[in-house]
């Protein structure tokens, strides 16, 4: 159920200097292995599964993986991604993840994890919002139907 609740994202952005195009969030849960003849499916799954060998090392692995899509027209630019969610388990209470792109180019992926001790102790991520921040102001922003 947490899936479908941050599956859904809407785009918002100041139109002129940069602009988040998409936010692809996904949930690698525990015991849960999709069978699917869909072998592109069955990729997404088996990728982010990649490196783990012990029981220890695939326990790390569960958890929230955001891929942040966004684009810029002043090349060059330093940038802050900010992912803001709340999970199940902390109720309210809101985490911040920030990752520094200093001289992004015109097209950027930025990924953040939600994965490892954070997922087992705080639980499913239920809410979130991505914003691209340049020298210190909200230059865009995408959020899912959840957050507040």
């Not at 690698?28 to 072998?39: A, F, S």
């Not at 220890?56 to 569960?62: I, L, N, P, S, T």
């Not at 990752?99 to 991520?125: C, D, F, L, M, W």
Request: glycine share 8%; proline share 3%; net charge neutral.
């Amino acid at each position: 159920m947490a899936l479908s609740l941050v599956s859904c994202a809407s785009k918002s952005g100041t139109g002129g200097v940069a602009s988040i195009t998409k936010v692809n969030p996904y949930h690698l849960q525990p015991g849960k292995r999709i069978e699917t003849e869909d072998r592109m499916i069955a990729f997404e799954q088996r990728h982010y599964y990649h490196g783990a060998i012990t029981a220890e090392d695939f326990q790390e692995k569960f958890g929230h993986y955001f891929t942040i899509f966004w684009e810029n027209d002043a090349k060059g630019t330093d940038y802050t991604v900010k992912l803001e969610y709340t999970q199940a388990n902390t109720g309210p209470e809101v985490h911040v993840k920030e990752v520094q792109v200093p001289g992004a180019k015109s097209r950027n992926t930025t990924k953040i994890e939600v994965v490892g001790e954070e997922y087992r102790t705080n639980g499913p991520v239920t809410s979130f919002k991505v914003s691209l921040l340049s020298g210190g102001e909200t230059v865009a922003e995408s959020r899912s139907f959840l957050w507040k």
